[in-house]
């Protein structure tokens, strides 16, 4: 089952194998058609529609008989901000004498190993920050011991239906492999459908909660850290040992002036052909998927079918597109005080936007230069209210060309890219921050 913004999709339930061979060939069956670069002169297939290549914005126009691209215009560079301008996070907490602080450590440390066929290794360790009372977090820092090797961490909270599953995990002290989330509850749990507590990526530091605001902690109770390692990173394919830890800062759960925090995901596909000229056995979408499920223990092509369903598109037909979006029915009231972009290299910008195309639209996020190391938070001018019934969506843009550029990715082969838990993957994901 899959819970993204308090919804649900059922997926079917059998064995394992049965479930993934059924999945896969699904996908594989129909053919995709290869999405060309926009250049001036050149056909398109829809007046009025645009693409975005190498920092110049196309529009699709009728000249004579045919469709083709214009000669484009320069899109506007921007920073990581809303409109209207975001306020920030303040950099202390302000609860006085309240305040307790918990620090929660890897057990061990850890050695990032990668399956045998990528370079990215998901592990998850079971933490316990001994917190003596019912309490409410005001600020968490997760601190990275090796920086330059973590893609992200997702710290998760684990329900009572899982603690045991994950002590029993835990045993080793190093954690365990958890491609898809927090590896607990079953093969359909995901990153996206397991409970946030909190995530750091590139840029993140402490992060302070908003006075008036912060996230409940009962007593006793534990997390899961995910940790991604980018083993690309490695310049001399020498590895180090990892031990990161958490440290948390509370007050006590009674102080009733505080607004308890959730995280709501908002995903969308992504489908990104080899651009042109650009060729290999990888550039098969077929042959791409397959490659993906060994190296990520099949977690991302079960994503991959799971977010194409819930944003209503069909796995097995898909087209490519420099652009991913989805939009998505809220079914429950809330109320939006920041929003968080997450892609990875590839991503040029992404927009969340409230019931688009209406009376009530409204900006949530609008990110038009995309900075991998800089994923911070934005909070909005003031909050947002949410009702059921509306409509959020997610927008993101890609430069597959930057593949060929980038240090970390030019000397791998090239790819059909889609949702994947590699760093040499894609994703588009809206992060929300939402209390009632």
Same mark, same amino acid.
């Given at each position: 089952?899959? &819970? =993204?913004?308090?919804?649900?999709?059922?997926?079917?339930?059998?064995?394992?194998? =049965?479930?993934?061979?059924?999945?896969?060939?699904?996908?594989?069956?129909?053919?995709?058609?290869?999405?060309?670069?926009?250049?001036?002169?050149?056909?398109?297939?829809?007046?009025?529609?645009?693409?975005?290549?190498?920092?110049?914005?196309?529009?699709?126009?009728?000249?004579?008989?045919?469709?083709?691209?214009?000669?484009?215009?320069?899109?506007?560079?921007?920073?990581?901000?809303?409109?209207?301008?975001?306020?920030?996070?303040?950099?202390?907490?302000?609860?006085?004498?309240?305040?307790?602080?918990?620090?929660?450590?890897?057990?061990?440390?850890?050695?990032?190993?990668?399956?045998?066929?990528?370079?990215?290794?998901?592990?998850?360790?079971?933490?316990?920050?001994?917190?003596?009372? *019912?309490?409410?977090?005001?600020?968490?820092?997760?601190?990275?011991?090796?920086?330059?090797?973590?893609?992200?961490?997702?710290?998760?909270?684990?329900?009572?239906?899982?603690?045991?599953?994950?002590?029993?995990?835990?045993?080793?002290?190093?954690?365990?492999?958890?491609?898809?989330?927090?590896?607990?509850?079953?093969?359909?749990?995901?990153?996206?459908?397991?409970?946030?507590?909190?995530?750091?990526?590139?840029?993140?530091?402490?992060?302070?909660?908003?006075?008036?605001?912060?996230?409940?902690?009962?007593?006793?109770?534990?997390?899961?850290?995910?940790?991604?390692?980018?083993?690309?990173?490695?310049?001399?394919?020498?590895?180090?040992?990892?031990?990161?830890?958490?440290?948390?800062?509370?007050?006590?759960?009674?102080?009733?002036?505080?607004?308890?925090?959730?995280?709501?995901?908002?995903?969308?596909?992504?489908?990104?052909?080899?651009?042109?000229?650009?060729?290999?056995?990888?550039?098969?979408? &077929?042959?791409?998927? =397959?490659?993906?499920?060994?190296? $990520?223990?099949?977690?991302?092509?079960?994503?991959?079918?799971?977010?194409?369903?819930?944003?209503?598109?069909?796995?097995?037909?898909?087209?490519?597109?420099?652009?991913?979006?989805?939009?998505?029915?809220?079914?429950?009231?809330?109320?939006?005080?920041?929003?968080?972009?997450?892609?990875?290299?590839?991503?040029?910008?992404?927009?969340?936007?409230?019931?688009?195309?209406?009376?009530?639209?409204?900006?949530?996020? *609008?990110?038009?230069?995309?900075?991998?190391?800089?994923?911070?938070? =934005?909070?909005?001018?003031?909050? $947002?209210?949410?009702?059921?019934?509306?409509?959020? &969506?997610?927008?993101?843009?890609?430069?597959?060309?930057?593949?060929?550029?980038?240090?970390?990715?030019?000397?791998?082969?090239?790819?059909?890219?889609?949702?994947?838990?590699?760093?040499?993957?894609?994703?588009?994901?809206?992060?929300?921050?939402?209390?009632?």
């Amino acid at each position: 089952m899959w &819970r =993204i913004g308090r919804g649900e999709v059922k997926l079917p339930s059998s064995k394992l194998t =049965i479930v993934l061979v059924g999945l896969i060939i699904s996908l594989f069956i129909p053919p995709v058609v290869a999405l060309s670069t926009p250049k001036p002169g050149s056909t398109c297939t829809k007046v009025g529609s645009t693409q975005s290549y190498s920092g110049i914005k196309y529009t699709c126009i009728k000249s004579g008989k045919k469709l083709v691209w214009n000669g484009g215009v320069p899109e506007k560079k921007a920073t990581n901000q809303p409109t209207p301008a975001p306020s920030t996070s303040p950099s202390t907490v302000s609860n006085g004498s309240n305040l307790k602080t918990y620090t929660a450590q890897m057990p061990k440390a850890y050695l990032p190993k990668a399956l045998s066929s990528g370079w990215d290794d998901y592990r998850c360790f079971l933490l316990d920050p001994k917190v003596d009372q *019912d309490s409410i977090i005001r600020s968490i820092q997760f601190i990275p011991e090796r920086k330059e090797f973590v893609h992200h961490a997702i710290i998760f909270r684990v329900t009572n239906a899982d603690i045991a599953e994950a002590q029993e995990k835990s045993k080793s002290g190093t954690g365990w492999s958890c491609f898809g989330g927090a590896g607990l509850g079953g093969m359909f749990s995901t990153f996206v459908s397991s409970p946030w507590i909190s995530s750091w990526a590139p840029g993140r530091g402490k992060d302070v909660l908003p006075d008036g605001y912060g996230i409940p902690f009962k007593k006793g109770e534990q997390y899961v850290l995910q940790v991604h390692y980018n083993l690309l990173a490695s310049k001399d394919g020498k590895i180090p040992t990892d031990q990161s830890k958490i440290i948390m800062e509370t007050v006590p759960a009674t102080d009733s002036s505080i607004k308890p925090l959730d995280i709501e995901l908002f995903p969308a596909p992504v489908e990104l052909a080899c651009p042109t000229g650009v060729t290999g056995p990888l550039c098969d979408r &077929r042959a791409a998927l =397959i490659d993906l499920a060994a190296r $990520t223990n099949n977690a991302s092509v079960i994503e991959v079918i799971g977010i194409a369903t819930l944003c209503g598109q069909n796995p097995g037909k898909v087209q490519p597109s420099l652009t991913s979006t989805c939009d998505k029915v809220v079914n429950r009231p809330y109320t939006v005080i920041a929003a968080a972009a997450h892609m990875h290299l590839l991503g040029k910008s992404m927009k969340i936007t409230l019931n688009p195309g209406t009376s009530r639209e409204q900006n949530l996020l *609008d990110v038009t230069s995309y900075d991998f190391d800089n994923q911070v938070p =934005i909070y909005l001018p003031k909050p $947002t209210k949410v009702t059921s019934g509306d409509v959020v &969506r997610v927008e993101c843009t890609y430069d597959p060309t930057l593949r060929q550029l980038l240090p970390t990715l030019k000397n791998q082969p090239a790819r059909y890219i889609t949702w994947g838990e590699g760093s040499s993957d894609e994703m588009c994901l809206g992060v929300l921050s939402v209390t009632k």
